[in-house]
C-alpha cells in the first residue's frame, strides 16, 4: 500500500510538471513575457508545487472569471486601466480597459505605463537592501551618517523603511513652507525646508507606526549619497536593466520617449490631473511602470538576481509589536491575512489621478497587478478579486473530523 502511495504521488507530480509546461507553449507567442532568459539556475529560484488541479483547462477558466469581474468593474464601476493576475508564476489573464487619455481616445494597452504612486515604496526599499549587501549601509545607522545636517535625532534607516520615524508628511509642510509652486521641489529641497524650519515631529522614534512618506524621500536620498550616484540613475542600473523592465523609469519631463505610452491621470469626473511641483520628489512614489514589467519584478523576487534570499525575507517580516489590526508592514510591503488564510505581501498607491495596487501570494507564486489612471473608487472593488481567487476556507470542526473518520472506515 505504502509503495503504491509513493507511485501516485510521484505520477502526480508528473502530470503537474506536464501541465505547467503545456501552459507555457499555449500562450500566444506575440503577448508572452519571456522569463527564461533573465532568471536562470544560478539565481537559485524558489519553486513551489503546482497540484495536478491546475490544468490549462482550469487556468483558462480561471482567466475567464477574473476577465467577467473586471468587464463588470469596468462597464459598472468606471474602472479604467490595466490588469494582470498569475498563478503558480504563470500569466492566467491580462487586460486593459478604457483609454490611456480621454481626450485623444488613446487605447490602454498592457504595456501602457503608469504612476505607480506608493507602489514605488518597494523599489526604494530594495534599492536600500542591495546597498546592505554591498556593504555600504547599515539597517541601524542613522540619518545623520548621510545626511549631517538632519536635524533630528535617533532616527535610523530601518525606521524609514518600516514608517516608524515619527517624521512629518512632507507633502503637508510643503505647501506651508515651499515659496513658489511653480517651481518643481526635489529630494534635496525638502531635506533644507527640514533644516531650516524644523517642522514638529508627530511621535518619538520607533515609538509608533506612521506611515511616512517623507521617510522614503529620505531613503531615496540615502541612496544618493551611499551609492555616489543619482537615485533614478541606481533604479535604472541595479534593477530595472538586470531584470529588463524596459518600460519602467522615474518622472521626469521626457517619459514618452522612454515607453511605448504614458498614462494621463484622472480625478473623479475625468478631470485631468496635471503634474504639480511635488511629482520631482522620488523614492515615496515618482515611478512608472507596466502591468507586464511588474510581473517580471514579481517573478524576481523569487529568485536571488537582485539580493539573497534571506535579505528579502526581512522585506516581508512584520515589524509592529504594537499593531493592533489585522496588518503588518515590513520594507516597502504591507502584510496581511487573505479570506484564504494565506499570508500575503501587497501594497496599494494614490497619487494625481493614479491608483495602483500589487498583491504578491508565496504559498501559490500568485499576483494581482492592476495600475489605474482613473482614481473614481473602482479599486476599492478588487475585494471581489480577491475572495474568488483565495476563497474563505471552510473551518473543519472536531466532529466533522470525527465523521470524516467513520465515513472512511465504512469504506474500507
Not at 158 to 173: A, C, D, E, K, V
Not at 368 to 373: A, E, G, Q, T, W
Amino acid at each position: 500500500m505504502a509503495f503504491l502511495k509513493i507511485q501516485f504521488a510521484l505520477l502526480r507530480c508528473i502530470i503537474a510538471s506536464f501541465c505547467c509546461l503545456f501552459l507555457i507553449s499555449c500562450q500566444e507567442t506575440g503577448n508572452d513575457i519571456q522569463l527564461d532568459d533573465l532568471f536562470e539556475e544560478e539565481d537559485s529560484r524558489q519553486q513551489v508545487l503546482i497540484p495536478a488541479s491546475f490544468t490549462p483547462d482550469s487556468a483558462r477558466q480561471l482567466g475567464t472569471k477574473v476577465d467577467s469581474i473586471f468587464k463588470h468593474l469596468h462597464k459598472r464601476k468606471g474602472f479604467n486601466g490595466t490588469v494582470l493576475v498569475t498563478k503558480y508564476d504563470q500569466v492566467i489573464y491580462k487586460g486593459a480597459f478604457g483609454y490611456a487619455d480621454f481626450h485623444r481616445k488613446d487605447t490602454l494597452t498592457t504595456k501602457t505605463a503608469f504612476q505607480l504612486a506608493s507602489v514605488s515604496k518597494q523599489f526604494t526599499a530594495m534599492a536600500i537592501m542591495i546597498l546592505k549587501e554591498q556593504g555600504k549601509l547599515s539597517y541601524e545607522d542613522s540619518v545623520q551618517q548621510y545626511i549631517p545636517d538632519f536635524p533630528y535625532k535617533g532616527i535610523t534607516i530601518r525606521q524609514l523603511l518600516t514608517h516608524r520615524s515619527g517624521l512629518p508628511n512632507y507633502t503637508y509642510f510643503s505647501d506651508e513652507l515651499w515659496p513658489d509652486r511653480r517651481v518643481p521641489i526635489t529630494n534635496g529641497d525638502v531635506l533644507n525646508l527640514m533644516a531650516v524650519h524644523r517642522p514638529r515631529i508627530f511621535y518619538k522614534p520607533n515609538t509608533h507606526f506612521d506611515y511616512s512618506n517623507t521617510g522614503y524621500s529620505l531613503l531615496a536620498a540615502i541612496v544618493d549619497k551611499a551609492s555616489g550616484m543619482p537615485f533614478a540613475t541606481f533604479l535604472q542600473e541595479q534593477i530595472f536593466a538586470p531584470l529588463e523592465m524596459k518600460n519602467t523609469f522615474t518622472f521626469s519631463k521626457d517619459m514618452a520617449v522612454v515607453t511605448e505610452s504614458v498614462a494621463t491621470g484622472y480625478t473623479s469626473g475625468r478631470r485631468k490631473r496635471t503634474p504639480d511641483y511635488l511629482d520631482t520628489v522620488l523614492g515615496d512614489k515618482g515611478l512608472y511602470s507596466t502591468v507586464e514589467d511588474l510581473y517580471k519584478w514579481d517573478q524576481a523576487l523569487y529568485t536571488q538576481k537582485l539580493v539573497k534570499r534571506e535579505t528579502l525575507e526581512e522585506a516581508f517580516r512584520g515589524s509592529r509589536p504594537e499593531k493592533k489590526k489585522d496588518e503588518d508592514y515590513g520594507f516597502g510591503w504591507r502584510i496581511r491575512q487573505l479570506e484564504s488564510g494565506d499570508t500575503a505581501v501587497y501594497h496599494g498607491g494614490l497619487w494625481h489621478g493614479f491608483n495602483t495596487y500589487l498583491l504578491r501570494n508565496p504559498k501559490d507564486h500568485s499576483a494581482i497587478i492592476v495600475l489605474s489612471n482613473l482614481t473614481n473608487g473602482s479599486l476599492n472593488y478588487l475585494k471581489d478579486v480577491r475572495r474568488f481567487l483565495y476563497p474563505v476556507q471552510p473551518v473543519i470542526t472536531a466532529s466533522d473530523n470525527t465523521k470524516h473518520s467513520k465515513a472512511a472506515s465504512a469504506q474500507l
